[in-house]
């Protein structure tokens, strides 16, 4: 099949998750034609059946900001006509949606039909698509879409609850490639970070409000208060300056690294003993996911879809928002040396209903499904 995937190129999760299945898809056989305004950040190998096509962003005087979302449709315009693309599959509603929606219309002008498939990720609808800004157009284009999908049945549910939505939405959960994503030895690493066998904690985010830096201190600190421990944080962000300072002004950085972002988080991960997600909002937690595929444990909160991925008592522990207390006292259960080692196995286990060889199959399906209506049926 020919597929043209939009998403953004960036370290966020819809992103990931876009460039990951494609890449998946082209293993399989599959076209894949990524469309966006800059190389996807995991588009890294070269592949006869992965192709790029990068949108044309002119700048204009008469522009005070450059009309992306009609440079897109236009690409979208562009690929369908030359590429011979069967489906759009657009990830993140705002503005891939409406984008595609309008590239279906032009393309229908001329004869050719493109269906277009939507999945929903999570702050384009439970933060950002709720803006009355863009409400309207979010609604109308996720009704329009010929499929929709959403990484969990709580961003389903979110869906449902503050958009009136006519369409069908299908839940298909982010997944992980458990290939790169394991385990690896990484002794050396981990003896430079923890050279008197200390407890070593990660958090990876993009260091937004949403994502509660804050919390990740202050569970780590009440860790470190009852045994030795290390934190490595990974990612940047708006709240990191402020995070850096906090961390001076309580005198904790001595245990505290920030590396900023990673394309091999995994190597990071491979040393670690347990993952903070304190996270606010969470559509799905794709970042506990990859934790927990290198065999670690992870405490969260509760949020969104969390609970559906990190089994409570299982592969680690869920507690309510804002609970540090809580999570400082889940995170010392886990972290005892009697404890650790099933919580690892456990962690690991959940990740392997999550393997990209169960998941990306339910997208093919879904492709069949929408490329075999017959055009009457379709929006």
Do not use: W
């Not at 702050?123 to 929709?148: C, H, M, R, W």
């Not at 900023?260 to 990071?268: D, H, I, N, P």
């Amino acid at each position: 099949m020919n597929i043209g995937i939009v998403c953004y190129p960036t370290f966020g999760g819809s992103g990931v998750v876009a460039t990951e299945l494609g890449k998946a898809l082209a293993n399989k056989g599959h076209q894949i034609h990524f469309i966006t305004y800059s190389r996807p950040s995991r588009l890294d190998f070269f592949s006869e059946n992965l192709f790029y096509h990068e949108v044309d962003m002119r700048s204009y005087p008469l522009f005070d900001y450059a009309p992306y979302e009609l440079a897109l449709t236009s690409k979208m315009v562009n690929v369908a006509k030359f590429e011979k693309v069967d489906l759009f599959h657009v990830h993140y509603a705002i503005p891939h949606a409406s984008a595609a929606v309008m590239a279906r219309s032009i393309l229908a002008s001329n004869g050719i039909h493109v269906p277009v498939i939507t999945t929903l990720h999570g702050t384009d609808i439970t933060l950002v698509g709720k803006d009355p800004s863009y409400e309207p157009v979010v609604t109308f284009s996720i009704n329009q879409s010929d499929a929709v999908t959403a990484v969990s049945e709580d961003l389903k549910k979110e869906t449902y609850k503050h958009f009136a939505i006519k369409n069908g939405i299908e839940v298909i959960p982010n997944f992980i490639d458990l290939d790169r994503f394991q385990r690896q030895k990484k002794d050396h690493f981990r003896r430079a970070i923890c050279p008197d066998g200390e407890k070593l904690i990660v958090h990876t985010s993009n260091f937004r409000k949403v994502k509660r830096i804050q919390d990740v201190l202050t569970v780590f600190m009440g860790i470190r208060e009852k045994m030795d421990a290390k934190l490595l944080l990974v990612g940047d962000g708006p709240e990191r300056t402020h995070f850096e300072r906090h961390c001076r002004d309580i005198g904790g950085c001595n245990d505290i690294r920030f590396l900023g972002k990673l394309e091999a988080v995994e190597e990071v991960l491979s040393v670690a003993d347990l993952f903070l997600m304190p996270s606010e909002k969470e559509s799905f937690g794709l970042a506990a996911l990859e934790a927990m595929a290198c065999q670690v444990p992870v405490v969260s909160s509760n949020a969104g879809g969390i609970p559906e991925l990190n089994l409570d008592g299982f592969s680690g522990y869920v507690c309510p928002i804002g609970d540090t207390q809580m999570m400082t006292e889940k995170a010392l259960h886990i972290l005892k040396d009697q404890n650790l080692e099933l919580f690892k196995k456990n962690a690991l286990a959940r990740a392997k209903e999550y393997d990209l060889s169960q998941v990306v199959p339910q997208y093919e399906a879904l492709y069949e499904k929408v490329v075999s209506k017959p055009i009457k049926e379709m929006i």
